[in-house]
């Protein structure tokens, strides 16, 4: 993770210095790349720079509150096309002498689009440079490059509107570059490099993912437990936590993660362990005196062995960083984890260790469930 922390870096730093980096999709076809810059940052050398090695087809990326604001409308009147991917405004340019197609005009629209100082009336209608909304989450809502922009421009300083045009493949001057390409093309021109992938598992890792909604008691079992419930700042997935005793008051706190089973927690199915698991986790704690049990609820669909199709499973990563930013709230810095818990587990208590949390591993202790 440092590694990927450092390409991050680098590129945050490179935009925040008004500089283009490559950006790649791992999960594009042909892992297409893109040149990305901050908006406010565009002047017409580094217009001709990118008209020169891209399809020249530049979008301006910004927010929804940004585009409201300078009045631009969507394309289509109509809903229609795909929710994975940015949607474009109406095209527009900088009002008065200068405005064009050169890089120099566009530089100025771009330019002039980025300031907080602009208004709607400030812009013609229909221009050379076509804005696209941008996810209001930014690649943890979308991971897109209009969205990735956009959180570089941000995380640099700067304001929040980004550039981006798709390379274009120096060996096949009809087609985009590929991965191998696009990053020969950053190391003969000193560019930072960096994928969407990496920047969303930056952003997961830097920033809090969960919000406390709401806090009680609940008697269960022998005892009295304190209950807090957590909201996920960007899919609304709402999860609970169950505190027996006082967490971190005596070293290592057992740990159990459950993801919400209705079958096995409500009914008792006997076609899973999910309901017995979490009794038996619940009992050990109150005997013990201590733990913490974080029951995951993703956003979505009801879950339930059985129930759920594959698409609604919990990504290990996502759920991981979910588990690592309640246990940070909740000022619990170690944990103990018991030697049979299974990859799911091995995932998110990587993940728990690289948000500095501790991990004591034991014969007896509480795995991941559901």
């Known amino acids: ?70 009045d631009l409308p969507p394309m289509l009147q109509r809903a229609g096309g795909r929710a994975d991917t940015a949607a474009p405004r109406v095209a527009v340019g900088r009002s008065g002498p200068g405005a064009g197609s050169a890089a120099s005009g566009r530089a100025r629209t771009i330019a002039a689009r980025a300031s907080e100082g602009s208004g709607a009336d400030d812009f013609s209608r229909p221009g050379h440079v076509i804005p696209v909304e941008s996810h209001d989450d930014g690649v943890l809502g979308r991971p897109g490059a209009a969205e990735a922009a956009v959180d570089l421009s941000r995380l640099g300083g700067r304001r929040p509107a980004g550039v981006l045009c798709e390379i274009v493949s120096r060996d096949d001057p009809t087609g985009m570059a590929t991965g191998a390409e696009s990053v020969q093309f950053a190391v003969e021109h000193g560019l930072a490099v960096v994928s969407i992938g990496e920047l969303a598992s930056y952003r997961r890792r830097t920033e809090p993912q969960v919000v406390r909604l709401a806090q009680t008691t609940m008697p269960a079992g022998r005892g009295v437990h304190r209950v807090i419930g957590y909201r996920d700042i960007h899919d609304g997935g709402e999860h609970l936590v169950v505190i ?37 986790a619940l009992a050990s704690m109150t005997a013990g005196g201590c733990g913490v049990i974080v029951y995951l609820r993703p956003s979505g669909s009801l879950r339930g062995c059985g129930l759920s199709v594959a698409r609604d499973a919990p990504s290990p990563d996502l759920a991981s960083q979910t588990v690592a930013w309640i246990l940070r709230d909740l000022g619990v810095y170690s944990v103990r984890l018991s030697d049979d818990t299974p990859g799911f587990g091995l995932v998110m208590f990587g993940a728990i260790r690289e948000h500095g949390l501790q991990v004591q591993e034991q014969t007896s202790g509480w795995r991941v469930a559901g």
Request: with cysteine; aromatic share 4%.
């Open 244 to 280: 027996v005793g006082t967490a971190g008051a005596r070293g290592p706190v057992p740990l159990h993660v459950h993801v919400e089973c209705i079958c096995g927690d409500v009914f008792g199915s006997s076609a899973c362990a999910c309901g017995g698991e979490l009794d038996r």
């Open 1 to 70: 993770m440092k590694t990927i922390d450092g390409r991050v870096r680098r590129a945050i730093a490179a935009v925040a210095a008004g500089r283009p980096v490559v950006l790649t999709d791992d999960s594009a076809p042909g892992n297409d790349a893109h040149l990305v810059f901050a908006a406010d940052a565009a002047t017409p050398e580094l217009l001709a720079f990118t008209i020169r090695h891209t399809s020249g087809f530049i979008r301006a990326a910004l927010p929804p509150a940004e585009c409201e604001r300078l």
